[in-house]
Every structure is written in structure tokens, then in C-alpha cells.
């Protein structure tokens, strides 16, 4: 029998999310392994050569980043979902970096500890919508048709925005817009709703009030 592919997660972290999506989106079977990121077990420490997660056991190789480790699990196993004319190819990679970055941004949006720095990444993301407004071509996906990996690294990203949404509307984006689409889109796939723990929500507001942000303070009120 041959040995599980084990995901070493964080169970907030989107990047680790984006490998989930990719696995569940591709049936292959594997195991998830939680770990404190506060306190790093120190096995983790010795095979995760930037101490971050996402981490991909396969038999004796680690691999690190949710980049490379998305294009592997997609080299290995069907359906592929990077295209496969070159140029798209790196085009998808460019928007996967882009997507990484709004992701960022959305972190820094909800730590900020007051409401200047707070609206600054606000704009930035918003900013960033605009332009993926503009690149989306034809729906439902980033590509049109066939899902790519650019579905699997900004869908929880979406996640993240719809959560809270109610509560503290960020209007980065309208429901009407193509980037709205899209959204509702992949919050529909099996995959991205399975790709989190079941008490997510819950754990993710606790994580947010408890960094008494500017963002979980307009959560509390
Ligand atoms: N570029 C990395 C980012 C991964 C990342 O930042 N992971 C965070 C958790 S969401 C982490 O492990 N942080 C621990 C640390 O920086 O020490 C990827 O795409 O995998």
C-alpha cells in the first residue's frame, strides 16, 4: 500500500487552503496534520526550511510553498488545471503571485490597529479588485470554462470577505461585478466549501477579536 501525502497545516491559513482546495478538486487521498503556529512543534521546524505552512510530505521529500506545491499535486494527478500553452501557463502564475499578495493585504487589513492603516490596505485590495475586474475574461472561472490554479489560490480569499461581510461590509467588489461572479462561483464548489474546518467562522472571529484590531473591533460593536 502506498504511503498518504501528508499537508502539514495551520487551520486559518488560507495558503494551506489553496492545497486543500487542489486536493479535494483532484480526489487524491491524503492526511492533514494541524500544528500551532504560536508554538511550532520542533519536527515541523527541522523539515519546513522557512517554518511556514503549507508543508507537503511526500514519502521523504518535503515541499514548501503553496505555489509549488499546487503545481505538483497538479503535475501528479488529473484533471490538470494549469493551462498548458506556455504563455497562459506563466500568465496564470503571475496572477497566482498577485493573488498571494491580496491575500497579504487582507491580513494586514484586518491587524491593523487603527483606521488609517486599516484603510490603507482597504484601498490597496480594493485597487487590486479593479484590476482583476478588468482581467477576468469570460466566466465562471479565471480562465473561462476549465478551473485553474488562480480559482484555488484566490478562493479563500472570497471565503474570508464573505464571513464577515454582514457584520462589517468592506464593498471591495459588487455582487454584479465579474469579480462578484466569480466569488459566488467558487464558494459553491464542493471543494472550497470542505476545504476548512467545520467551526472555522468561530475560529477565525476569536483569532481576529483576540488581536484587538481595528477590524475586530468593528466585528465587536
Ligand atoms: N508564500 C507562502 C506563504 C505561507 C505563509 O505565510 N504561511 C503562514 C501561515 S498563513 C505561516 O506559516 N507563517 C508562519 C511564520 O511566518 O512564521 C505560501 O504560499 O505557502
Redesign the pocket.
Known amino acids: 500500500m502506498s504511503e498518504k501525502i501528508e499537508l502539514i497545516s495551520?487551520n486559518?491559513?488560507?495558503?494551506?487552503q489553496r492545497s486543500v482546495i487542489t486536493l479535494l478538486q483532484k480526489n487524491i487521498d491524503h492526511k492533514v496534520t494541524y500544528i500551532d503556529?504560536e508554538n511550532p512543534p520542533d519536527w515541523f521546524l527541522e523539515i519546513s526550511p522557512l517554518?511556514?505552512?503549507?508543508a507537503l510530505r511526500v514519502k521523504d521529500t518535503v515541499l514548501?510553498?503553496?505555489?509549488v506545491i499546487n503545481e505538483y499535486l497538479d503535475k501528479t494527478t488529473p484533471p490538470q488545471l494549469q493551462p498548458t500553452d506556455p504563455l497562459l501557463e506563466a500568465k496564470n502564475k503571475a496572477w497566482i503571485e498577485f493573488c498571494?499578495d491580496m491575500i497579504v493585504n487582507h491580513y494586514l487589513l484586518t491587524i491593523a490597529k487603527n483606521k488609517e492603516d486599516f484603510e490603507k490596505h482597504k484601498n490597496k485590495l480594493h485597487d487590486q479588485f479593479i484590476l482583476l475586474e478588468k482581467t477576468l475574461e469570460s466566466p465562471p472561472f479565471f480562465n473561462g470554462e476549465k478551473m485553474s490554479l488562480v480559482d484555488t489560490a484566490i478562493a479563500p480569499l472570497f471565503m474570508r470577505l464573505a464571513l464577515f461581510e454582514q457584520q462589517v461590509p468592506l464593498e471591495l467588489f459588487s455582487r454584479e461585478s465579474k469579480v462578484g461572479n466569480w466569488s459566488q462561483k467558487l464558494l459553491s464548489l464542493p471543494s472550497v466549501e470542505n476545504s476548512v474546518v467545520n467551526n472555522f467562522k468561530e475560529l477565525f472571529e476569536a483569532y481576529l477579536k483576540n488581536s484587538n484590531s481595528y477590524y475586530a473591533n468593528l466585528l465587536n460593536s
Not at 12 to 16: K, N, S
Not at 51 to 54: D, E, F, L, S
Not at 64 to 67: I, P, R, T, V
Open positions: 495551520f486559518l491559513c488560507p495558503f494551506v503556529l517554518g511556514k505552512v503549507p514548501f510553498e503553496s505555489a498571494s
